[in-house]
């Protein structure tokens, strides 16, 4: 079998199983029915999409799976922020004290999950919402904008998050 064979069977098995997972979460049924409608669903779906769904450049196991562990970290670490981060937006608007800002910065990640779920997880942050993300650039909507600095703020909106999903998504 030839190495592109190879990689588009392997594109091809990543997009069956995220969309019958998908499937399963919806439905969240495994009624005989249910479960062959969404296999078949899932396999035609895949067969049309699959070049689209998981890039060529990005087939490799570690850039669609995440490391379980490190995953399981960071969604404690999310949903930890979230509470604090929306106690924090509540008190900045009894007080009257909020100083919104547009801010710009960089992150190291290379693969694109990884960018997409560090700008959903600052979006899910209360008082931030990551506002366009272009290759490894983010532009950030920020309640408590406390620096206009790109390097500063970055630091203190993503660090930890950027941190985690280094070790989640090679």
Same mark, same amino acid.
């Given at each position: 079998? #030839?190495?592109? +064979? ?58 669609? /799976? ?5 995953? /399981? ?16 937006? /509540?008190?900045?608007?009894? #007080? ?9 910065? #960089? +992150? #190291? ?24 993300? +272009? ?11 406390? +620096? ?23």
């Amino acid at each position: 079998m #030839r190495l592109e +064979t190879r990689w588009a069977l392997v594109r091809f098995l990543i997009t069956f199983l995220s969309l019958f997972a998908g499937w399963m979460l919806f439905t969240w049924s495994l009624d005989p029915g249910s479960l062959v409608a969404g296999i078949v669903s899932s396999l035609v779906v895949a067969w049309f999409t699959y070049s689209i769904f998981v890039d060529e450049s990005e087939a490799a196991r570690r850039a669609h /799976l995440p490391r379980p562990h490190y995953f /399981l970290v960071y969604l404690v670490v999310l949903v930890f922020n979230m509470y604090v981060a929306s106690f924090q937006v /509540l008190w900045q608007i009894l #007080r009257g004290k909020i100083n919104p800002g547009i801010v710009h910065f #960089r +992150t #190291r990640l290379k693969t694109d999950i990884a960018r997409v779920a560090l700008t959903s997880s600052i979006t899910l942050t209360p008082g931030t919402i990551t506002l366009d993300l +272009t290759d490894d650039h983010l532009v950030v909507h920020w309640l408590d904008a406390r +620096t206009t600095h790109s390097r500063y703020a970055g630091e203190l909106i993503k660090d930890i998050y950027e941190k985690l999903l280094r070790r989640i998504w090679l």
